[in-house]
């Protein structure tokens, strides 16, 4: 789509601070629960993990995670998934799934839908009306067998299996001081918007980009 090539272009220029980044395939919500996207990389200098996909039909609805460190600060983890949750732009008022354009003046910010702040239209609720459950997941398997020990630390190997986060989409920064070295995870995501833990006017046509 249009809106990917611009994101991809712009990740691309020169100066920016992004290292490795990867774009996965559109999907829709019938078609597959997940997909794997190509193996990225971090190292010293990149060692940060953030997400994005789009979340349509919506207002302008998506999912993500910002600045994640795949660190439990003694070496790089082996496996961890990423449960990431509904969040809203600020840039369309809309209330539903297929509310018409209703841009927001002036922009508001971004906040996480959340059972407190979900439009009166209950979508995104769960069948209990009491949460809004994760819509994506994000898997990450690290692929190279050498461990990657940090400065003044001990460099026995920690493996840490399917650590699982629940947090907000800006998780806090994390001061990385890991020797300069590339690892690579591959990646798998997951969807876990459906119509079983969404079920307010889930959208017949829905679909994640």
């Not at 920016?16 to 990389?41: A, H, M, N, P, W």
């Not at 961890?80 to 910010?109: K, N, R």
């Not at 839908?113 to 994506?136: C, G, H, I, R």
């Amino acid at each position: 789509s249009a809106l990917v090539e611009g994101l991809s272009n712009a990740l691309s220029m020169p100066g920016t601070s992004i290292g490795d980044f990867r774009v996965g395939s559109r999907q829709t919500l019938y078609d597959t629960s997940s997909q794997s996207i190509e193996d990225i990389k971090v190292n010293e200098k990149h060692p940060f993990l953030t997400t994005l996909v789009g979340m349509s039909p919506s207002p302008d609805w998506f999912s993500g995670l910002f600045k994640f460190s795949p660190t439990n600060n003694v070496t790089w983890l082996d496996e961890f998934t990423l449960e990431t949750y509904p969040w809203d732009a600020g840039i369309d008022s809309g209330i539903t799934y297929m509310s018409p354009s209703a841009p927001s003046d002036p922009l508001q910010v971004i906040y996480r839908l959340s059972n407190t702040t979900v439009p009166n239209s209950m979508v995104l609720l769960d069948p209990q009306e009491e949460n809004v459950l994760s819509v994506a997941s994000w898997q990450c398997i690290r692929q190279q067998d050498e461990f990657l020990p940090y400065k003044d630390k001990p460099s026995k190997r920690i493996p840490i299996d399917k650590t699982v986060i629940e947090d907000d989409f800006e998780l806090s920064d994390i001061e990385v001081t890991a020797e300069a070295a590339e690892i690579e995870y591959s990646v798998t995501f997951n969807n876990s918007w459906t119509a079983e833990n969404h079920p307010f006017d889930f959208p017949p046509d829905g679909r994640l980009s």
